[in-house]
C-alpha cells in the first residue's frame, strides 16, 4: 500500500461514525413497517380460487358462445334477391259477333248506312254514360 | 460473513425475513453511515439517508442480480439516496455559509494534521470524492466503482489517477509546509 491509500484509510477511521441504538430501532421499525406493507399488496393482489375458477368458466362459456354466434352465421341460408312480381294487365277480351256487311247496295249507300249506324251506337253510348252517371249522384245523395 | 452466509441471509431477506437483512446489512451500516455523512449536509440527513437506504434495499432486495457484489448494491443505493436528498435541501436551503461546519468536519477526530478528506472534499467533485473512498476505504476493483457511478470503466480509471494526483500534491505542500515551519 503506498503512502496515500494508507493516509487516505487512516484518516477515514478518524471519522467517528456509529450508528446509534435509537437509528437502529428507527430503522427496523421502518423495515418491519415495509414488510407489512409489502405483505398486504401482495395478499390485496391475491385471489381465492374460486375466482380463477369462475374467471375460467366465463372465458370458456364466452369461447363457446362465440363459436356458436359464428357457426350460426356460417350456416344461415343466403337472402335471394327476387324482384317484385309485375303485376300483369290482362286485356279484357269483348265477345265480338262480327256480321258480315250484306253489300246489297251501292258503295255509297252502305258507306252511309254504316255512318249511321256508327252515329247511333255513338249517340247509345252516351246515353248510357248519362245513366249511369246520374244514378252515381244518386246514390251517393246530391 | 462468508458469502456462502451472506447468500444464505439474502434468501432468507427476500423472502421476508426482517432479522435475516438486519444481519446481512450489520456489516456495513457504519460504513454506510460514514460515507453518508461525507455526502450530506447534515448529520441527520445522513442518518435519513442510511434508513431510506437500507429501506428500499429490503424493498427492491428481489430485484438485486447475485453476479454484483452486495456491497456494491448498497452502495448504489445510497449513492442516489444521498444525490435525491442533496438536491432537496439544496432547493430548500440553499448553499451553507463557509462558517458553518459540515457533518464531516464534526465527526472528524481531533488530529494534530489536517484530514485528507477534507481537502479531498474540497478538491474533487462529489463524483471523484466517491470513487476515492470506494477505492481506498471500502477496498472495491475500479470494475465495481464504475457500476456503481454508472460510468465507464476507463472514466473511473482516468479519475482515479487525476485525483490521486491531486492528492498526492495537495499531500506534500502540507508535508513541505509542515517543513517550512519546521526549520522555519
Known amino acids: 500500500m503506498d503512502n496515500l491509500a494508507k493516509r487516505l484509510r487512516e484518516d477515514a477511521d478518524l471519522i467517528e461514525v456509529a450508528v446509534s441504538p435509537e437509528l437502529d430501532d428507527r430503522i427496523y421499525a421502518s423495515l418491519q413497517g415495509a414488510r407489512q406493507e409489502a405483505s398486504q399488496s401482495v395478499a390485496a393482489t391475491r385471489r381465492p380460487a374460486s375466482f380463477w375458477w369462475a374467471s375460467s368458466l366465463t372465458g370458456v362459456a364466452a369461447a363457446l358462445v362465440l363459436v356458436t354466434i359464428v357457426n350460426l352465421n ?6 335471394a334477391v327476387t324482384e317484385p312480381p309485375v303485376q300483369q294487365f290482362s286485356i279484357p277480351r269483348f265477345n265480338w259477333k262480327p256480321e258480315t256487311a250484306m253489300l246489297t247496295e251501292s258503295l255509297e249507300q252502305e258507306l252511309e248506312d254504316i255512318q249511321s249506324d256508327l252515329k247511333k251506337a255513338e249517340q247509345a253510348v252516351k246515353e248510357d254514360f248519362d245513366d249511369i252517371g246520374v244514378r252515381a249522384l244518386s246514390e251517393k245523395g246530391l | 460473513m462468508g458469502s456462502s452466509g451472506e447468500k444464505v441471509l439474502i434468501a432468507a431477506a427476500k423472502r421476508g425475513s426482517v432479522d435475516a437483512f438486519t444481519e446481512l446489512v450489520a456489516g456495513y451500516r457504519d460504513g454506510l453511515l460514514r460515507f453518508l455523512v461525507t455526502r ?26 447475485p453476479k454484483w457484489r452486495f ?6 443505493i445510497a449513492i442516489n439516496n444521498a444525490a435525491r436528498l442533496r438536491s432537496v435541501e439544496t432547493i430548500e436551503i440553499g448553499d451553507l455559509s463557509d462558517e458553518e461546519a459540515g457533518p464531516l468536519e464534526q465527526c472528524i477526530a481531533a488530529a494534530e494534521r489536517e484530514n485528507l478528506w477534507l481537502s ?26 464504475s ?17 490521486r494526483r491531486q492528492l498526492d500534491a495537495d499531500l506534500n505542500s502540507e508535508v513541505g509546509s509542515n517543513k517550512s515551519n519546521a526549520y522555519g
Do not use: G
Not at chain 1, 74 to 79: A, D, F, K, V
Open chain 2, 40 to 65: 450530506t449536509l447534515s448529520f441527520a440527513d445522513a442518518e435519513d439517508a442510511l434508513q431510506d437506504t437500507l429501506i428500499n434495499a429490503y424493498r427492491y432486495l428481489k430485484s438485486y442480480d
Open chain 2, 120 to 145: 479531498a472534499k474540497n478538491l474533487l467533485n462529489d463524483e471523484v470524492y466517491a470513487a476515492i473512498w470506494l477505492r481506498y476505504v471500502e477496498d472495491m476493483s475500479v470494475r465495481d466503482i
Open chain 1, 74 to 79: 356460417e350456416s344461415e341460408p343466403e337472402i
Open chain 2, 147 to 163: 457500476t456503481i457511478l454508472e460510468r465507464s470503466v476507463s472514466w473511473t480509471k482516468v479519475n482515479l489517477l487525476r485525483a
Open chain 2, 71 to 76: 456491497s456494491t448494491w448498497l452502495y448504489r
